[in-house]
C-alpha cells in the first residue's frame, strides 16, 4: 500500500517575514492520518485553525494567503512547496505570526527542517485527486493547465523582458519520475526588482526584503554578490510557486500542470476550476504501491 506520511518529532525554526518584516516562530508537528495540512494561529487566544483547501485562498498579491475566521496566515507557498515535494500528508504548522518566514526565499530551509524531523510512513492509505479531462484557465496572455497524465509533471515559461532574465532559461520542465524536488527545485529562490520595492513597501509588502532572501535585480543585471544558484532558477522558481499553491488543494496530484506567466491568482482559478467539475478528477489510492505512478511514489524516507 501506498501510505500516508506525517513527520517523527516536533521540529521549529525561526526566521523574518518577507511581507511583514517581522520575527515569526514556525513549528511543524506530526498528525493522525486523514488529517491534512493545518494551519495554525498560536499567538490567537484561543488558537485559529486554518485547513487548507482552495476556496481558503484569501489573498495571492505577491504570495498566496489562506483564511479562517477573520484571520490569515500568508506567504505559505514554499513551506507547502517543501511538504508537497518531501510527500507529507498530515502535519500542523504553528506560526505566531500572519505569515510564513521567508527563510533564504526558497524552499531549501524547509527541506532542511524536515528532514531535521523525520519523516514516517502511516496506516492509511495516501489519497490522490488524478485529473481525468483538461483544465485551463486564461487570463490575456497568461494561462495555466491541468491535464491527464501519469505522474506529476510540471511546464513552466516565464517573459520577463529584462536582460538579466532573458539570459537564462525561459522554458523548465520537471518530471518526478525522473528529477528530484530536492536536487532540482527545492534551491530556487524568488526574485523581485529594486525599481518595484518602493510600491511595495507603500502597499506594506516586501518590508523585509533583502539579499539573503531574493534575488534583487536592478534593470539590467543581478545585485546579489553571490549571483545564480543555477541557470535556470528564475524559470524554477516559479515550478517551486506552482508546488505549493497546487498543494493547496489538499491532496497531490497525478497531472501534468502547464502554465505561462502564472502566478498565485492563476493557480488558484485553476483549482477551483478543477474542484467545480466533479467530472474533472477523481480520488485514488495505491493497494499495490508497485502500480502507482512513478512520479507520484515518495522519493525520499530519512532514517
Not at 504548522?93 to 524552499?107: F, L, N, Q, R, T
Amino acid at each position: 500500500m501506498l501510505k500516508q506520511r506525517t513527520l517523527k518529532q516536533v521540529v521549529r525554526t525561526v526566521g523574518i517575514g518577507l511581507h511583514s518584516g517581522t520575527k515569526v516562530a514556525l513549528l511543524l508537528r506530526p498528525a493522525a492520518a486523514d488529517t491534512g495540512v493545518v494551519f495554525r494561529r498560536i499567538d490567537l487566544d484561543p488558537p485559529v485553525d486554518i485547513p487548507l483547501s482552495p476556496e481558503r485562498v484569501v489573498d495571492t498579491r505577491m504570495a498566496t494567503t489562506i483564511g479562517s475566521e477573520g484571520q490569515v496566515v500568508a506567504t505559505i507557498e514554499h513551506l507547502m512547496s517543501a511538504i508537497s515535494g518531501l510527500g507529507i500528508d498530515n502535519c500542523y504548522v504553528d506560526v505566531d505570526a500572519p505569515e510564513i518566514p521567508i527563510m533564504d526565499g526558497s524552499a531549501a530551509s524547509f527541506v532542511f527542517l524536515i528532514q531535521a524531523a523525520g519523516i514516517v510512513e502511516m496506516n492509511a492509505p495516501k489519497k490522490f485527486v488524478r485529473v481525468l479531462k483538461p483544465v485551463e484557465i486564461v487570463d490575456g496572455d497568461k494561462w495555466a493547465r491541468l491535464e491527464p497524465y501519469s505522474g506529476f509533471r510540471l511546464k513552466f515559461s516565464i517573459e520577463f523582458k529584462h536582460p538579466a532574465i532573458d539570459a537564462t532559461e525561459q522554458v523548465v520542465e520537471v518530471d518526478f519520475a525522473r528529477e528530484s524536488y530536492v536536487k532540482d527545485v527545492a534551491r530556487a529562490r524568488t526574485f523581485g526588482f529594486v525599481n518595484e520595492v518602493e510600491a511595495l513597501r507603500a502597499a506594506g509588502l516586501a518590508m523585509g526584503g533583502n539579499f539573503e532572501n531574493a534575488i534583487v535585480m536592478d534593470e539590467y543585471r543581478v545585485l546579489n554578490t553571490d549571483g545564480l544558484r543555477a541557470g535556470d532558477e528564475f524559470a524554477k522558481h516559479k515550478i517551486l510557486d506552482a508546488i505549493g499553491d497546487l498543494s493547496v488543494l489538499g491532496r497531490p496530484l497525478i497531472a501534468s500542470y502547464t502554465a505561462h506567466k502564472s502566478g498565485h491568482a492563476l493557480n488558484n482559478r485553476l483549482l477551483r476550476a478543477l474542484t467545480a467539475d466533479a467530472t474533472a478528477y477523481e480520488i485514488v489510492t495505491f493497494e499495490d504501491e508497485a502500480l502507482a505512478p512513478s512520479g507520484v511514489r515518495p522519493q525520499l524516507v530519512p532514517a
